[in-house]
DNA sequence: ACTATAACGGAGGCATACCTCCGGTTCCAA
DNA sequence: TTGGAACCGGAGGTATGCCTCCGTTATAGT
């Protein structure tokens, strides 16, 4: 829709010749289910290992964990904002709860999203900024809208809903039923 | 108010002689802050360094990561469920709302806590069910008096809240906003 | 005071993680 | 086909954590 968000910059390359694309790859699937299963502290040799490569494959490609964790994060940060962009048509309060709700289906690697809510890091902040600037308009338009209470900031919503993202539920049913009701909370009535 | 409430069992035993009863209260105190501050996985080395005992004597009190962690644990729920008896004379949802407080407010634990919360272990699971013995007539009582929707139960609740709780914040203030709006999502409109 | 014994605490063996280094291998372009 | 650059991957040094074992020390009862 709009071609002129800038992309996150990645400052890890995309090797060229095929095999090392390959294992890049391999590593980037495997960190990516490895964070989203064990947080940030995940075992990087476990990571190396799963994507079937040596433990020099992955500290070629990226020389700390934050490379590492920087390029999983910036790819799932990279969907949200498109994601965004696809609700923007939607009724306001509509387009918001449909992008939360994205946001917390985020499975993937949603306990390094909120880990990082508060990092310092120069690439966390970017990330953070980038996600702020996609969805911020989507809740302000929800508060024009006289959909979603003037009380309260987007930064207060999102924090909410990492919280609950990254809580533990019996079932899926349960999550988007205590997500419902969080997000009633933030409903003007 | 209610003596008959069973106290929480800690198959632990306070050693008799007065050196290690010392011990034991410093590993404990120690115990508390390291979980608190680095989760469940916090080093039991260090937690020995920091009672300013040898790690030969945490393991002789607390043979395995779970009796430890389960001694600080119901400790905390204990401390819970007594909040819960002095709340039960205020208003129903004032009671509710200032126990679910007091609950956030734990910071010991809550990590502990929280990460707890879908744990198989036998006595994890008899602190839960303490805890939602000790909760549920609050959350009943407000539902009775009309306060808290009639379509969510306590788990959800607690879940809710719970997250909440794990989730990072700026600071105290914005988790007491964040908290409010999402107990506003529990109340019938 | 004295002794039986409960309790201490750290050395040490094992496991695992981090990260570096470099000999061997694979790919690609000419 | 082949040369060499790009790439691979694991051995190995260091650090840290887990847990056990046992020689030493402090305590409590007589």
Redesign the interface.
């Known amino acids: 829709m709009d071609q002129t968000r800038p992309a996150l910059q990645v400052d890890v390359r995309r090797p060229q010749r095929a095999d090392a694309r390959r294992n890049f790859d391999a590593l980037l699937a495997a960190a990516r289910d490895a964070f989203a299963a064990k947080g940030v502290e995940a075992s990087l040799e476990e990571i190396a290992r799963q994507a079937g490569v040596g433990i020099g494959t992955l500290y070629r490609n990226f020389p700390t964990r934050q490379d590492l964790l920087n390029a999983v994060y910036f790819g799932e940060i990279e969907e949200l904002c498109i994601a965004a962009e696809e609700v923007a048509g939607l009724p306001p309060w509509e387009a918001l709860t449909t992008w939360l709700r994205r946001f917390v289906g985020y499975a993937a690697t949603k306990r390094a999203i ?2 990082s ?2 990092r310092e890091s120069e690439s966390f902040k970017a990330a953070r900024e980038a996600m702020y600037a996609a969805g911020t308009p989507l809740f302000e338009q929800a508060q024009k809208s006289g959909d979603a ?1 003037a009380d ?1 900031n987007f ?2 919503v999102l ?2 809903v ?9 079932d899926e049913a ?1 999550r988007d ?2 997500l419902a ?6 409903r003007v ?1």
């Not at 990492?162 to 019996?170: I, R």
């Not at 009701?181 to 933030?186: E, S």
């Open positions: 909120w880990e809510l508060n209470r309260v930064d207060d924090r909410m990492s919280g609950l993202t990254a809580g533990s539920f019996v349960q039923r205590v009701i969080a997000l009633d909370g933030i009535r």
